[in-house]
């Protein structure tokens, strides 16, 4: 429809949108929301006026009553469809990080405040659409939104079009609203990367590489008759030369990730290869740190200094003057 078409475009979809005081919800009021007869809506009323032009041309009373019962309900539909959507709030829910490639999981809550049910209300974002069936009085229901990721940083929904048209599907109401959710998308890790250097997972604190058990100094080529359930199977699965993770026998082992030492990278191949490293040696339960050029992380180990070191990662050199560290589509 043209006159949908004109509301939903850019300039007219910035004047209207709705993005309330909350940045983490939105209520869809009065001002924020449009109804136009659909194309389903528009056929229908061309047969009404064939039918009105008929009765009046035949004097049918029977045709008069028909036509204007099928108006009425057509004029209640708008009334039906518009309160369906009135003051439905969405809500944005909690995101969890993904890598590169993946896809990311929006979560919305549509919450029903009013006394009556709302039904078939849709939820439409940067092509991606997802819609509930009914949403019982005083109650929520979710809307899961699958969308693809490519680059790092951080990753937004855009504006959402929440719409419906029930009851009859003669006219459709709608409204733009935005929300501040966001989703943070870990470099890509790269796929089969060299292992990190020995010199790079030598202990800082003076550890001593040797056959101790109590922490992991690096990788050496396997040789025949080294114990298996030191080699490093994961490495191995990702189509690598068999490797024995050696130990050292001094409680200040660790490993360092440097990016100095990657030399003739780019800044996100360097990227990758730490991300890599570190979901490897998280993986293996290894104590290690990460030099980059503006901070350093001690080693350590645990979920808080992966995501740490992760999100540092995933947020290098991007530009966060207005808070919005980065929007990639």
Request: charge should be negative; aromatic fraction near 10%; include cysteine.
């Amino acid at each position: 429809m043209l006159g949908e078409k004109l509301l939903n475009s850019g300039y007219f979809s910035d004047r209207f949108i709705n993005r309330g005081s909350d940045p983490d919800a939105v209520e869809i009021d009065n001002r924020h929301l449009y109804i136009l007869p659909t194309r389903h809506g528009v056929l229908f009323a061309g047969v009404l006026l064939v039918m009105l032009i008929g009765s009046i041309n035949y004097s049918n009373n029977m045709g008069f009553m028909l036509t204007f019962l099928l108006g009425s309900l057509a004029t209640a539909s708008i009334l039906h469809t518009y309160s369906n959507l009135k003051n439905i709030t969405v809500r944005s829910g909690r995101l969890q990080p993904v890598f590169a490639g993946e896809q990311v999981e929006f979560i919305f809550h549509l919450d029903n405040p009013g006394r009556k049910s709302r039904h078939l209300i849709l939820l439409n974002c940067n092509q991606y659409d997802g819609d509930v069936e009914e949403i019982e009085p005083g109650k929520h229901n979710t809307i899961n939104l699958l969308m693809p990721t490519e680059l790092r940083g951080w990753r937004y929904p855009g504006r959402i079009k929440v719409e419906t048209t029930y009851p009859l599907g003669l006219f459709r109401a709608w409204s733009w609203i935005e929300l501040r959710s966001r989703c943070l998308v870990y470099p890509k890790p790269e796929h089969n990367p060299p292992l990190p250097p020995l010199e790079a997972g030598e202990a800082e604190h003076g550890a001593r590489q040797g056959e101790g058990m109590e922490d992991f100094a690096g990788f050496r080529n396997y040789h025949s008759g080294d114990p298996l359930r030191h080699v490093a199977w994961k490495v191995v699965a990702r189509g690598q030369p068999m490797m024995l993770k050696q130990f050292s026998g001094s409680a200040g082992g660790s490993v360092w990730f440097e990016w100095e030492e990657m030399v003739g990278l780019s800044t996100e191949q360097r990227l990758s290869r730490l991300c890599r490293w570190v979901v490897d040696a998280d993986r293996e339960g290894v104590e290690y740190g990460l030099k980059m050029p503006d901070r350093h992380f001690a080693p350590a180990s645990g979920e808080r200094h992966r995501r740490q070191i992760l999100e540092h990662l995933a947020l290098y050199g991007l530009d966060d003057s207005d808070g919005r560290l980065a929007e990639h589509a």
